[in-house]
């Protein structure tokens, strides 16, 4: 995904890092960015707010490093990718998270081409369209300042 859509505008924040004193730093850091690459994230304690902030329903406070730039409100439109290996200890109640959340399961260990080519065959194309169609959606964004509709199709 780094390659796809370029290092710059990726970067790999944990959920949980906005919550501590220097979150507004961490939000600044997610700001602009096309995606948030994480692997194993502490999602244990997301508040309902933290999780509504990181997918861009609430407007987070965030500072840009630096003494003369003020904190400023801005939402976080990155799409969150993070790299798991079992289901996130969250309160089974709170659907902010759950209504959030495409999951997509892969084997837990290696077994040969067989599974390689399971993958390949049945689940890739599915998972490239997804993720290549909203990245791509985010810049056209990004460019014209807003959301336009897009006549082009991504194959």
């Not at 220097?22 to 309902?48: D, F, I």
């Not at 965030?62 to 290996?85: E, L, V």
């Not at 209504?99 to 998972?127: A, T």
Request: hydrophobic share 45%; aromatic share 10%.
């Amino acid at each position: 995904i780094r390659t796809m859509v370029g290092s710059g505008n990726t970067t790999a924040v944990d959920p949980i890092l906005l919550k501590s004193s220097r979150g507004k730093l961490y939000a600044a850091e997610l700001e602009w960015r096309m995606a948030n690459l994480v692997a194993y994230p502490q999602l244990e304690g997301l508040t309902p707010d933290i999780l509504k902030a990181i997918t861009g329903e609430i407007p987070i406070l965030a500072k840009t490093k630096g003494t003369r730039n003020k904190p400023h409100m801005t939402r976080i439109y990155a799409k969150q990718i993070y790299a798991i290996d079992q289901m996130p200890k969250i309160d089974k109640n709170n659907r902010d998270f759950w209504d959030r959340v495409l999951m997509i399961e892969f084997p837990n260990e290696y077994q040969g081409f067989s599974v390689v080519q399971f993958v390949r065959n049945n689940m890739l194309d599915d998972i490239q369209k997804t993720i290549i169609t909203a990245i791509y959606a985010f810049r056209v964004a990004l460019i014209n300042n807003g959301f336009v509709t897009i006549n082009e199709v991504v194959r």
